[in-house]
Antibody, heavy 123, light 107 residues
């Protein structure tokens, strides 16, 4: 079965950096767009970034563009999110999620989610 | 960006009754609309995509309808495990955007 397991969250000071990881299993990782989504306490989810199966196509939300960087290692079935210049309003649970893709195209809703990792930005 | 507005913010319904949740898009998203369920401490779970198609393993008491700007999630006979927060998400236009959620609570 599909499993997504995030790690790397924690407490970081404003201006600091953190790298999140997501280990995927139960499907052909390289066939799927993957995404990072976050959810601040008491709020709805917020999409952050997509990366194509090959890693060549990447998209970011304006709120994180220039500060966050998504990447993947298909040999390791892993997805990453490098977060720099962190701010208090980046405090949230961060999820990796699999985008729904067929053999020919993708629809950008999220079929499977990991359990999330908490990032707290505070001095 | 397309803004998604959900109503009501909180819905109180008795077990066994029907629940109707609404989602409105600020412009047409055709049928590019998904619904998710989230329980406390858990990740969101996909319920509905394409406005009306149930995801794998979702019971048939969950149904979605609508197109364009107005959408509805209906739960025909509420079970105890259905009390949760529900989010809609449009995926027609960039960026994908979630609504603020409807909390379905026990009356």
């Amino acid at each position: 079965q599909v499993q997504l397991v995030e790690s790397g969250g924690g407490l970081v000071k404003p201006g600091g950096s953190l790298r999140l990881s997501c280990a995927a299993s139960g499907f052909t990782f390289s066939d799927h767009y993957m995404s990072w989504i976050r959810q601040a306490p008491g709020k709805g989810p917020e999409w952050l970034s997509y990366i194509s199966g090959s890693g060549f196509s990447i998209y970011y939300a304006d709120s994180v563009k220039g500060r966050f960087s998504i990447s993947r290692d298909n040999a390791k079935n892993s997805l990453y999110l490098q977060m720099n210049s962190l701010r208090a309003d980046d405090t949230a649970v961060y999820y990796c999620a699999r985008v729904s893709c067929s053999s020919t195209s993708c629809s950008y809703f999220f079929e499977y989610w990991g359990q999330g990792t908490l990032v707290t930005v505070s001095s | 960006e397309i803004v998604m507005t959900q109503s009501p913010a909180i819905l109180s319904v008795s077990p066994g009754e029907r629940a109707t949740l609404s989602c409105r898009a600020s412009q047409s998203v055709s049928d590019n609309l998904a619904w998710y369920q989230q329980k406390p401490g858990q990740a969101p779970r996909l319920l509905i995509y394409g406005a009306s198609a149930r995801a794998n393993g979702i019971p048939d008491r969950f149904s979605g309808s609508g197109s364009g700007t107005e959408f509805t999630l209906t739960i025909s006979s509420l079970q105890s495990e259905d009390f949760a927060v529900y989010y809609c998400q449009q995926y027609k236009n960039w960026p994908p955007f979630f609504g603020q959620g409807t909390k379905l609570e026990i009356k």
